[in-house]
């Protein structure tokens, strides 16, 4: 199984980036998938995440700022992220829910 993140970058404060993540070697239809984030010196943090069926939830501090989807078709994770803040620079992974395996992450960095 591979899930490779893509789209982050660096932005200012207030900015946007699409954040995209390939998964292949596993039927991505039939798993949940989420988001997670990990800033330098803290724990890694859930994001957002969404069912096989399409039904989403969020961290308090980004609903109304990211959207989660899928597109299963491609195989492929999104994260749009609009209004970003200093508070989400972090290295932002994608995963499988319920499954212990992580692909390498794309950093984002917001800039004040």
């Known amino acids: 199984v591979q899930l490779q993140a893509s789209g982050g970058g660096l932005v200012q404060t207030g900015g946007s980036l699409r954040l995209s993540c390939a998964a292949s070697?596993?039927?991505?239809?039939?798993?949940?998938f989420g988001w997670y984030r990990q800033a330098p010196g803290k724990q890694r943090d859930f994001v957002a995440a969404i069912s096989s069926g399409g039904n989403t939830n969020y961290r308090d501090s980004v609903k109304g700022r990211f959207t989660i989807s899928r597109d299963n078709a491609k195989s492929t994770l999104y994260l749009q992220m609009n209004s970003l803040q200093p508070e989400d620079t972090a290295v932002y992974y994608c995963?499988?829910?319920?499954?212990?395996?992580w692909g390498q992450g794309t950093q984002v960095t917001v800039s004040s």
């Open positions: 070697g596993i039927t991505f239809s039939t798993h949940a």
């Open positions: 995963k499988p829910e319920g499954v212990d395996l």
